[in-house]
């Protein structure tokens, strides 16, 4: 079965959840489980559910799922974390040049598939500043959301009346 068709069949199971299936996917998404949490947050926002209340669960459960693999990071060794999480040697060394040049600020972006989640634990494993990671992890995912939010906020009505002429 094509991953994609996975991902969106996903999407829809838990957009029939509404709120509560939201928040789980979103957690879910962000440990490692391709579920596709940006698409199930489209399809709140097109069955009509208040965008700003879906910004505000989505970033949450996506926090709180990097707030666990961050903790599985800064609890595991090197050993555990690629045999748990098939990461290379390589990989992490690379991000520990990452993470002593650039510090909390991957935190940023730890919400970028594969790139974000072996950054995740690495910064965890090399433990950075615990309050100024999960500030930047959170704005970060926020900013995911947002972006989420505005393009639908300004285009959903285009996208609405082209599918409508046919």
Not at 51 to 78: D, E, K, Q, V
Not at 111 to 128: E, K
């Amino acid at each position: 079965m094509d991953d994609s068709l996975i991902i969106l069949t996903a999407a829809q199971t838990w957009a029939n959840y509404g709120y509560l299936g939201l928040f789980a996917g979103s957690f879910l998404s962000a440990l490692f489980i391709p579920l596709g949490a940006d698409v199930l947050f489209v399809a709140l926002l097109a069955h009509g559910f208040n965008p700003w209340l879906c910004l505000l669960i989505a970033t949450n459960g996506s926090w709180l799922g990097g707030l666990m693999i961050y903790a599985i990071g800064y609890a595991g060794n090197a050993q555990r974390i690629r045999k748990l999480f098939r990461i290379k040697e390589t990989q992490l060394i690379k991000q520990k040049a990452k993470i002593e040049k650039y510090g909390s600020l991957l935190a940023l972006f730890v919400w970028i598939p594969i790139i974000g989640d072996i950054s995740n634990v690495a910064l965890g494993f090399y433990r950075t500043n615990k309050t100024k990671t999960f500030i930047l992890m959170f704005l970060g995912r926020m900013c995911r959301f947002l972006l989420w939010t505005i393009l639908y906020l300004i285009y959903a009505n285009r996208f609405v009346k082209f599918i409508d002429k046919f």
